[in-house]
């Protein structure tokens, strides 16, 4: 599948959050509604300012079909090695299955070299059955634990 | 015991990358040399440069004795919830287990609190036996898997 990756927009953002709330997760965690909360334009400006932050789009025709933050991260440990953090992988609910999520994780990793990094990481929460799976096949290494505390 | 804390200068480097690489994985992983190899000191003027990441001190004293990175990442998910994310937590060997590594934590709760942020989460590599239990005491919950794939 031939698709296009570029910065997501302002206009991208409400197709965004729609595809984090068609989740069984982001279900209860995300408000798609019209007009979005401002909460969300306010984190989108904040991630647009930042030059070590960046959302991702991949487009197929002209038309979204999944996205991806990813941030860059200086870093003391290993020799001051760079780190990319990979968030918010989401593939638009009727492209699911065609390679799309790969595809998204193919480009960071690129992406994570082309900027020097030393190691491209993730978390997933352990609830996504199949989700190891689809890193290992990356060459990710499910050598952590991930642990949140949340505040709110 | 009473500690302060405030964010790292050039002159601490030498004593993070010490505490750094005293340390089961981070003694292959670090060059503890004097003068210190060029890349740590590209890595903290470029945290230092980056208003979402801060290198903290822990001094007891006036002496070194702990340190951590903070990286505040602004992000869609959550309606727009900012992560802070911690790193590279560590004591210095001869004031290990005297509780330094919670008050480190602790600091980074409440800095993360100031920032409004969502959650504050870490990984921690599965070879650290202690760490899980550690950062369950602190209210962290083990609940997601940390993947990485090493570019180097």
Redesign the interface.
């Known amino acids: 599948m031939k698709l296009k990756f570029r910065q997501a927009n302002r206009q991208d953002?409400p197709e965004?959050?729609r595809m984090?709330a068609d989740d069984f997760l982001?279900a209860t965690?995300?408000?798609d509604e019209n007009p979005l909360?401002e909460?969300?334009?306010?984190?989108?400006e904040?991630?647009e300012a930042?030059k070590?932050?960046e959302?991702i789009i991949a487009e197929k025709d002209s038309e979204i079909v999944g996205s991806l933050?990813i941030?860059l991260?200086?870093?003391?440990?290993?020799?001051?090695?760079?780190?990319a953090?990979v968030?918010?992988v989401r593939v638009s609910g009727k492209y699911r299955g065609q390679g799309i999520g790969q595809e998204l994780m193919l480009w960071a990793?690129n992406r994570?070299?082309e900027e020097n990094?030393?190691?491209?990481?993730?978390?997933?929460?352990?609830e996504r059955k199949d989700?190891?799976r689809f890193?290992?096949n990356?060459?990710?290494?499910?050598?952590?634990?991930?642990?949140?505390?949340?505040?709110?």
Request: hydrophobic residues 35%.
């Open positions: 953002l965004i959050v984090l982001g965690r995300e408000r909360p909460s969300y334009v306010k984190a989108f904040e991630i930042d070590n932050n959302l933050q941030t991260t200086p870093s003391i440990s290993f020799q001051g090695g760079k780190r953090t968030e918010s990793i994570a070299r990094c030393v190691a491209i990481q993730l978390t997933t929460n352990a989700a190891r890193y290992e990356l060459g990710f290494k499910g050598s952590h634990l991930g642990m949140k505390l949340y505040l709110k």
